[in-house]
């Protein structure tokens, strides 16, 4: 049995919901009716894990008269800094009159918390990273609680959390036009359902293989509970491998990979070793040919270093993939018709670029930039961008690929919209007081607040700037609960954090509270109708039932987003610099045609 250490941190409800009601007459005693619903006015908004010594700090409150603030350091119990919250203020998507607290000059570290005037207090929270690398800690726990095929067991915060081995019968290959079955066993579950879905999962997957080459340093020697720990490979490359080696096995005899492996309908609420449906490798398609090629170049890559052998797999199924790809250059949808599990559709171009952009900066091969740069001469960075849409990832692999090879004119092109991506982004994180860079709400919306920290951080790494970080800090306090509820979105983290996730193990195990380390979709309005929140505002539409998989269903694709985000985030803690490279791209007014929209994403 595996032993992790969790965080304990304050579970307090600050700004939430209390119902949806019509008018201001229907709130009650110690309710304010606002963005279309009643409020209650409990306290303080902060990230309750951590915040990071050079990082901006913040707090959000609703006043009742004085917007004075204090800062208290929990050891002592002495005020150690004071000041005065802006505001009042309506808050950008939530609507709510809120004053914003600023106290970034505090960088000693220590345990804390804000206290208004009136005596509303904020949770505890640290300044400094332990709490925050407890949080990746337990981040990474919940992937590792997501594999399939093998025994799970674990204990955090004193709590039992395990499942026998699953899904070992073979998958009927009928859809793919073969006789017979093969055997799927391993990667990942998708989401709160034990399907397996090649789009979504090489896409999930490459945020733990990118977090390793973007910041090698932090997570060479970075050790997690999992059984691998200790061996030659870094340990996030071991859970990657998880997943790589079950794409592997989806790949079929011409160079195509197969859309998903599911069986034809969701199971119950029941453990993963008690799903016994039949399961069915679906017909493949263009998204997941080109997503899986995209994940298994960048793997052959990053591989190299701890097993050749593997890396090299890795490539000649990317190679081969691409080749399928090559000699069917139409789109190719897989035939879904037959089941009723997700779909994981997508666009079908940007999986061809991203793909080629991973083969050209592993094997340097002209054919790959040649097809490639074609492909991208008027593409821009995408503003935020989700499974449907993985363009960006090629695009990264592009710029950060050193090569005299590369089109100049591409090069500056792309620097400069990244670039503008990632102004807008900060400017995002300062317009809205809970310091969320995106307005966008829709199915998954926090996994792509966290994946904006990947645009952020690559536009750290080309040109530098402190605004970057405080951007990327300011997301992943976003999730912690520096939001219009003042509760994390992440089981077992943070305060008030989520108790019902949508997420089978949780709900039919006798743990009692969720598996730890898990982030839900989050607040928006799709489906608001069937819940009755038709009058409420998409920021603050959620509700913490696990039925409700429209908020509260968890998935691999947010939980490596949160994952990649958090070790930007930490591998970054000591960075502090205003330079930039090239010398004007910090205040560039505009990319040649702007930079790209949003790349939504949705199960």
């Avoid at 700037?465 to 609960?481: E, I, N």
């Avoid at 982030?519 to 039932?545: F, Y």
Wanted: aromatic share 10%; with cysteine; net charge negative.
């Amino acid at each position: 049995m595996l032993m992790a250490a969790g965080v304990t941190c304050a579970a307090i409800v600050l700004i939430g919901a209390c119902g949806n009601k019509p008018s201001t007459d229907a709130c009650g005693a110690g309710e304010r009716f606002e963005a279309g619903m009643c409020l209650k006015d409990l306290g303080v908004a902060v990230n309750g894990v951590g915040m990071l010594e050079k990082r901006q700090k913040r707090a959000v409150f609703m006043s009742d008269g004085s917007a004075d603030f204090q800062v208290i350091e929990v050891a002592s119990g002495q005020e150690v800094y004071s000041g005065t919250a802006v505001g009042p203020q309506t808050a950008r998507d939530t609507e709510q009159t809120v004053y914003l607290a600023d106290f970034s000059e505090l960088t000693k570290p220590g345990h804390y918390y804000v206290q208004t005037s009136s005596g509303k207090k904020s949770a505890v929270f640290e300044i400094g990273s332990k709490a925050l690398e407890s949080a990746l800690d337990a981040a990474m726990l919940g992937m590792y609680g997501q594999r399939c095929g093998v025994d799970i067991d674990y204990q955090y915060n004193g709590a039992r959390y395990a499942h026998r081995e699953c899904h070992l019968d073979e998958a009927s290959l009928v859809d793919v036009g073969e006789a017979g079955t093969r055997e799927d066993h391993g990667g990942w579950h998708d989401a709160g359902d034990y399907g397996k879905y090649v789009v979504n999962g090489a896409f999930a997957v490459a945020f733990l293989v990118a977090a390793y080459e973007h910041f090698p340093d932090y997570l060479r020697n970075r050790e997690f509970a999992m059984p691998e720990s200790g061996d030659a490979t870094p340990d996030i490359l071991d859970e990657a491998r998880v997943e790589l080696e079950w794409i592997l096995k989806t790949q079929l005899d011409d160079g195509s990979f197969s859309h998903k492996v599911t069986a034809r309908n969701f199971e119950p609420e029941v453990m993963p070793e008690r799903d016994r449906q039949a399961r069915f490798f679906y017909s493949p398609s263009t998204a997941a040919t080109g997503d899986a090629v995209g994940a298994l170049a960048q793997a052959a890559r990053v591989f190299q270093e701890f097993d050749e052998e593997f890396a090299e797999t890795c490539l000649r199924a990317a190679q081969k993939g691409q080749a399928f790809l090559d000699e069917h250059p139409m789109p190719i949808t897989s035939n879904q018709d037959s089941g009723g599990t997700g779909m994981y559709t997508g666009d079908e171009v940007t999986p061809r670029i991203w793909a080629l952009a991973e083969l050209w900066a592993t094997t340097l091969e002209p054919g790959y930039l040649l097809d490639l740069e074609n492909r991208i001469k008027s593409e821009a960075f995408d503003f935020e961008f989700d499974w449907s849409r993985p363009k960006n990832l090629g695009l990264a692999a592009y710029l950060r690929t050193n090569s005299d090879a590369r089109n100049p004119e591409i090069v500056a092109r792309l620097t400069a919209t990244l670039a503008k991506t990632a102004q807008n982004l900060y400017a995002g994180s300062q317009k809205d007081v809970y310091g969320r860079a995106s307005e966008s709400y829709y199915w998954g919306t926090n996994g792509i607040v966290c994946r904006t920290a990947f645009n952020l951080a690559v536009a750290n790494e080309l040109f530098g700037h402190t605004d970057f970080l405080d951007a990327m800090s300011l997301q992943v306090g976003h999730m912690f609960g520096l939001n219009g509820f003042g509760r994390s979105y992440v089981t077992q983290l943070g305060p008030n954090p989520v108790i019902s996730p949508h997420h089978r193990p949780s709900q039919a195990d006798a743990a009692g509270d969720p598996w730890p380390g898990l982030l839900i979709g989050g607040p928006h309005d799709q489906g608001s109708e069937e819940r009755g929140t038709s009058n409420v505002v998409p920021a603050l539409d959620w509700q913490d039932k696990a039925s409700n998989y429209f908020h509260n269903e968890i998935a691999i694709n947010w939980n490596t987003a949160l994952i990649y985000a958090l070790v930007a985030t930490l591998a970054t803690k000591d960075g502090q610099t205003d330079s930039c490279w090239p010398d004007d791209c910090y205040t560039i007014a505009e990319s040649p045609d702007g930079a790209g929209g949003a790349g939504g994403g949705g199960n």
